[in-house]
């Protein structure tokens, strides 16, 4: 399984960016996807995390209300709409895909990662 994380960049603050995690591989497993991220000097956090069957979200306490996550419909890309971005948003953000139910916000639980894509806000 391969996932590429993409729609990163430089946005100012209050802004809004579209990440985009399209998975391939084995696509017919029923995976959890999941949003992290990491900033420099910092350790990888949970961002939000989506069921197999899109129905089921969780995020993080600084990421309610600001940031959506959704599947499309043939359930191997998951986005993660970001707004009202603020300079502390800025991190390296990553995708990751694990057979999990529903979801999960640990790290360990996911089995595939993506190579991350850097979100830039400035201030």
């Known amino acids: 399984v391969q996932l590429q994380a993409s729609g990163g960049g430089l946005v100012q603050a209050g802004g809004s960016l579209r990440l985009s995690c399209a998975v391939s591989?084995?696509?017919?497993?029923?995976?959890?996807m999941g949003w992290f991220r990491q900033a420099p000097g910092k350790e990888r956090e949970f961002v939000a995390t989506?069921?197999?069957?899109?129905?089921?979200?969780y995020y993080a306490e600084f990421a309610k209300g600001r940031f959506t996550i959704s599947r499309g419909n043939a359930k191997t890309t998951v986005y993660l709409q970001m707004n009202s971005l603020k300079p502390e948003d800025t991190a390296v953000y990553y995708c990751?895909?694990?057979?999990?139910?529903?979801?999960?916000?640990?790290?360990?639980?996911?089995?595939?990662w993506g190579q991350g894509t850097l979100v830039t806000v400035s201030s």
């Open positions: 591989g084995r696509t017919f497993r029923s995976y959890a």
């Open positions: 989506i069921s197999w069957s899109g129905d089921r979200t």
């Open positions: 990751a895909a694990g057979t999990i139910v529903p979801y999960s916000t640990i790290p360990d639980e996911y089995d595939y």
